[in-house]
């Protein structure tokens, strides 16, 4: 599918994916940030969706959640995914919902690991 922005929109986007084609969504969605100043982070995507809509008037909510979905690894992806988001925004708050859960996890994990056999031995 091709995307039409307009030009503020294109000229960033083009510009950012050229210098990193590679990029994380993390990485794109701080420098999304940066680009459009000091607001939350689901401002910032309802932006660049309205954006994107100014083109592209056919794009569906669908099409946004399942974009931005695609941004993330596979395990949060999997599940928010799993979860029927009906909106961008509930998508987002699912999202920042289980990177939290995942990093508190990978924290009591780390918090298990080190309580378990001293230094040097085997469990």
């Not at 030009?7 to 050229?18: H, L, P």
Request: proline share 3%; hydrophobic share 35%.
């Amino acid at each position: 599918m091709a995307m039409y922005m307009d030009d503020k929109a294109d000229v960033w986007f083009q510009g950012w994916i050229t210098a990193k084609p590679n990029g994380s969504r993390t990485l794109f969605e701080r420098d999304l940030c940066r680009r459009f100043g000091d607001t939350s982070q689901s401002d910032v995507i309802r932006e660049l969706q309205s954006l994107l809509l100014t083109g592209n008037p056919s794009l569906t909510e669908s099409f946004f959640i399942s974009s931005f979905l695609s941004w993330l690894n596979d395990e949060i992806r999997s599940i928010v995914k799993n979860l029927k988001p009906s909106s961008l925004e509930e998508a987002f708050e699912l999202v920042a919902l289980q990177e939290f859960v995942v990093d508190e996890s990978g924290r009591k994990g780390k918090t298990s690991q080190s309580a378990g056999a001293p230094s040097g031995e085997e469990a």
